[in-house]
Every structure is written in C-alpha cells, then in structure tokens.
C-alpha cells in the first residue's frame, strides 16, 4: 500500500509558464516533506523541503505548498525552463515521538518543459 | 554541494558474479542508506546504517548485504547476480532529525 502517491506519472509545459506537480499521502504521521529531482542515470538532488508546522515555502523559482487536512502537497515552479525537465520525487518522514526515521518516496512525475 | 561518491555507475555483468558496489562520503554522517529505483518506480530502501558496525535492512526485501567498518564506507554485495538484480541502485547519507538525503551519482546494474 503506497503511502505517497504521485498519480501524474508525466507532465509537459511551455518554457516560462507555472509547471505544477502534486502529491498525496494517506500517513498522517508524517511530519515532513521533501521534494527531489532527478537526472536519467543520475542520483536524485535535493530541491525543497517543508515543516508540517507551514502551508508554504519559498526558495527561488520553486514553492511549496502543503494542505494537512487534505493530505495533499504541491510543488510550483515559476516560470518553468527546459532545464528543469527531470523526474521529481515526493518524499515524506513520519514523526514516531522522535526517533529517527525514514524517508518514504512516491513514483515521481516525468516534467516536460518544452522551448 | 554534496561529496557522496559511488563506483562504478555503470556495471554490466554475467550471471552467477559476485559484485560489490562501492559508496563512500566525506561529509562525517552517521547515516548512510541504499536505494533502489527502477524506471516510473519509487525508490526502494534496501539496507540502511546508523553508524559504524550497525546495518539493518530496509523495506525492501534485497539479497545483497551491506558493511558499515568505517564511517565514510557503506559497500553493497551480490554474492551471485541474477537478471533480476538489474537495476539502479543509490546510496545515500544524511544528518539531522529530518532524513534530508544527499545522493550518490548511483550505479546502474544490468545482469546478463
């Protein structure tokens, strides 16, 4: 049973416009959320994270969105470039009182940004 | 900019050959971890550590094995390949509370 689940497996934009991927999980123990990216035949990099204590979070052309009671996550580039097609992951890590713990990731969604 | 280094990335072997795949960070973490992905999947952990002489497998059942003798070093093994070992696999380190994980390059596997 998946936990995080990225149900667009592939998505295709115009370079300059908002590309949006989205995410969904069903723990509600998880208490944070990663995004990646990642290369063919390359190792996933780390993109943007946020804190179940925010709803949003900003670091250059990439947000962050989080809807607790939705359970939904959402990651917004704006404007969108061809350098940013790759497969992004959602990743989630549940909070069990402290331990450490680790992370859980969905299937990813293929973004396409076309020139 | 992370220094997370796994040798070789690409690997094409026969069946039945004993493989180990190298992994090895210069960033002093305590947490290292295996990975395995295959293409439109979600990446599989199959072995973690949490420190020197401490490994434990992952969600994923996996034949391979895994060593923690130095901090720096988290080498994976396949006693003997098979076609269905074919896959890409990642190693990761990580430090803090919150599992924010820095990738190697990976190894891509394929078994004949």
């Known amino acids: 049973d998946q936990q995080v689940k990225q149900n667009s497996p592939s998505l295709s934009v115009q370079e300059g416009r908002i590309s949006i991927l989205n995410c969904d999980y069903t723990?509600?123990?998880?208490?944070?959320f990663l995004w990646y990216k990642k290369y063919p035949a390359e190792g996933p990099t780390f993109l943007i994270s946020?804190?179940?204590?925010?709803d949003k979070n900003e670091d250059g052309r990439f947000t962050v969105f989080l809807n607790k009671s939705a359970k939904h996550l959402s990651l917004h580039i704006v404007p969108s470039q061809p350098g940013d097609s790759a497969v992004y992951f959602c990743a989630a890590s549940p909070n069990y009182g402290g331990a450490t713990n680790k992370l859980i990731f969905g299937t990813g969604t293929l973004l396409a940004v076309q020139p | 900019e992370a220094d997370i280094y796994q040798t070789p990335r690409y690997l094409v072997i026969g069946t039945g050959k004993k493989i180990t795949l190298e992994c090895s960070q210069t960033m002093g973490h305590d947490k290292m971890y295996w990975y395995q992905q295959d293409p439109g999947m979600e990446l599989h952990l199959i072995h973690y550590s949490y420190g020197v002489n401490s490994t434990e497998k992952g969600d994923l059942s996996s034949e391979s094995t895994v060593s923690r003798i130095r901090t720096e070093h988290f080498p994976l093994t396949l006693e003997s390949a098979r076609p269905s070992h074919t896959s890409q696999y990642l190693c990761?380190?990580?430090?803090?509370?919150?599992?924010?994980?820095?990738f190697g390059s990976g190894t891509q596997l394929s078994v004949l």
């Open positions: 946020i804190s179940s204590i925010k």
């Open positions: 990761a380190s990580s430090v803090g509370p919150n599992e924010k994980l820095f």
């Open positions: 723990n509600s123990m998880f208490d944070y």
